[in-house]
């Protein structure tokens, strides 16, 4: 084998995976809506008897709320937090780009943050293919 071999197998096996992908993202789209219409039969049901769970031998179907937290306007977020040391509001992360440059120009990380990066190897198919 040589290097265009083995390219050339690389990136076939490249979009092979893909193909399986795809073909997989149809099955689980497809069983995903009879899941999702499963869902909404039994929230329908349980609103139409006033239930809040429903137990069967297979398992039990219950109501539960999901919530979500987006930022919509960050430096708003960030003063009001700031403002009203609402500390507990916000969650705390470093960011990787910022800290790979602090570390290009200081030699470390700053304090309290473990950074580490992987060398791998990667190929890209050329844009004729």
Do not use: C
Request: proline share 5%; hydrophobic share 40%.
């Amino acid at each position: 084998m040589n290097y265009d071999q083995a390219a050339a197998k690389y990136l076939e096996l490249g979009r092979e995976i893909d193909r399986i992908n795809g073909a997989a993202k149809k099955q689980v789209a497809e069983i995903n809506k009879i899941r999702n219409d499963l869902a909404a039969w039994f929230a329908q049901k349980a609103s139409e008897e006033g239930l809040n769970n429903i137990p069967t031998p297979h398992g039990t179907a219950y109501w539960s709320t999901v919530s979500s937290a987006t930022v919509a306007d960050p430096s708003v977020f960030r003063d009001f937090v700031i403002t009203n040391a609402a500390w507990d509001l916000m969650e705390t992360r470093a960011s990787k780009l910022a800290v790979k440059s602090f570390i290009d120009g200081h030699g470390e990380p700053p304090p309290g943050v473990n950074f580490s990066s992987i060398k791998v190897f990667n190929l890209r198919s050329s844009s004729k293919e």
